[in-house]
């Protein structure tokens, strides 16, 4: 599986940006999908996810917040991000998941920096 992130840059604080996932290479729409970010010096986790049914599940850090949906048909994923804090600031990552703990699975892409200032 091939996944691109895109959409990635500088906004100020109370911002929004959205991210796009271009997912290749899998049967798109049987699998769960997560987006994940990681700051330098800790684990990456997980942001938001979203089964192959549509159910979508977030971080408390990010809800009410941000958005996940995903597009079948243009084998996409998408992460709205709104009301940005500067502890979102990070290198954020989209991957196929597998399960309750959102396990992913895939090989990571580059990612996409989203960088927000004060």
């Known amino acids: 599986v091939q996944l691109q992130a895109s959409g990635g840059g500088l906004v100020q604080a109370g911002g929004s940006l959205r991210l796009s996932c271009a997912v290749s290479?899998?049967?798109?729409?049987?699998?769960?999908y997560g987006w994940y970010r990681q700051v330098p010096g800790k684990q990456r986790e997980l942001v938001a996810g979203?089964?192959?049914?549509?159910?979508?599940n977030y971080a408390d850090s990010v809800k009410g917040r941000f958005a996940i949906s995903r597009d079948n048909a243009k084998t996409s994923v998408y992460l709205q991000m709104n009301s940005l804090k500067p502890e979102d600031t990070a290198v954020y990552y989209c991957?196929?998941?597998?399960?309750?703990?959102?396990?992913?699975?895939?090989?990571w892409g580059p990612g996409t920096q989203v960088t927000v200032s004060s």
């Open positions: 991957n196929v998941a597998y399960g309750r703990a959102w396990i992913p699975l895939g090989a």
């Open positions: 979203i089964s192959s049914g549509g159910d979508t």
């Open positions: 290479g899998n049967p798109f729409s049987i699998a769960a």
